[in-house]
């Protein structure tokens, strides 16, 4: 147990006598690495939730693997991928994802599903999964006998009714489950992720604003507000008079 990692017990007398320094980090932008969540929809009827079992993981799957071999970050890291821990239907479902996601930083999540699920209800029971922050997208199934790509259409209508922005994968071809990611899918979910990783590294981090003020008077202003409302960053200001004082 550390000075100030637990949360049942802080050793307040040893960090008053810590002497001042910069903690050691692996990554040059200190901070969370950017997961993304994968979420598995089914049917929670019975009989039509068991006949889509493995399909539907075997989709989670091949999103999972795919973007953790091809997304990275600029100094190289892999983005974090999480899966909810079994296949949203309902509000316990969604509750038992919910909490992974919120213990693992989640901030981005893509829906997946090859079935048909009544997509208010999984509105209703999944409105506390993620939130607003966090980048969304859902794929599904394009098959003649899987209505995955009907559900696409429901869920992200509902999801619009909400005025929740989400991301549409949709492949106008019909898919064989049994080969690999079309690549159209495979490219659309690919954009995705990586967009949402390269939000998720910038929100929360201070930008420095270099040589825009001198001696108080704004040459070049960032407008912050901007910056603000859609990363959470912060910019500071050092103008050029500190600039030149500490070279």
């Not at 890291?77 to 239907?89: K, N």
């Not at 919910?98 to 079935?115: C, D, H, L």
């Not at 509105?123 to 790509?149: F, I, K, V």
Request: net charge positive; glycine share 8%; aromatic share 10%.
């Amino acid at each position: 147990m550390n000075a100030s990692g637990s949360a049942e017990h802080v050793d307040f007398s040893a960090l008053s006598k810590a002497k001042r320094g910069f903690a050691p980090s692996s990554r040059s932008l200190v901070g969370h690495v950017p997961t993304i969540a994968i979420t598995p929809v089914a049917d929670g009827r019975t009989g039509a939730y068991e006949s889509n079992v493995t399909g539907t993981w075997r989709m989670a799957e091949k999103v999972s693997n795919l973007i953790r071999r091809h997304v990275k970050l600029p100094d190289g890291t892999g983005v974090r991928v999480v899966v909810a821990p079994e296949i949203v239907y309902g509000p316990r479902s969604g509750a038992r994802a919910q909490e992974v996601y919120t213990r693992e930083g989640v901030s981005a999540n893509i829906w997946v599903s090859r079935s048909w699920s009544y997509s208010d209800e999984l509105m209703s029971a999944c409105q506390g999964l993620g939130s607003s922050e966090w980048l969304q997208a859902a794929y599904g199934l394009n098959q003649t006998d899987r209505p995955g790509a009907v559900w696409l259409k429901a869920f992200c209508a509902a999801m619009d009714e909400k005025m929740r922005p989400i991301f549409s994968i949709y492949n106008p071809d019909l898919e064989d489950e049994a080969g690999d990611l079309p690549p159209y899918v495979a490219d659309r979910i690919l954009r995705f992720a990586r967009c949402a990783a390269a939000v998720a590294e910038m929100r929360g981090k201070n930008y420095l604003s270099l040589g825009g003020v001198s001696m108080g008077i704004i040459g070049s202003d960032v407008n912050h507000s901007p910056v603000w409302k859609k990363i959470a960053s912060s910019v500071n200001i050092i103008g050029f008079w500190k600039f030149f004082k500490e070279l």
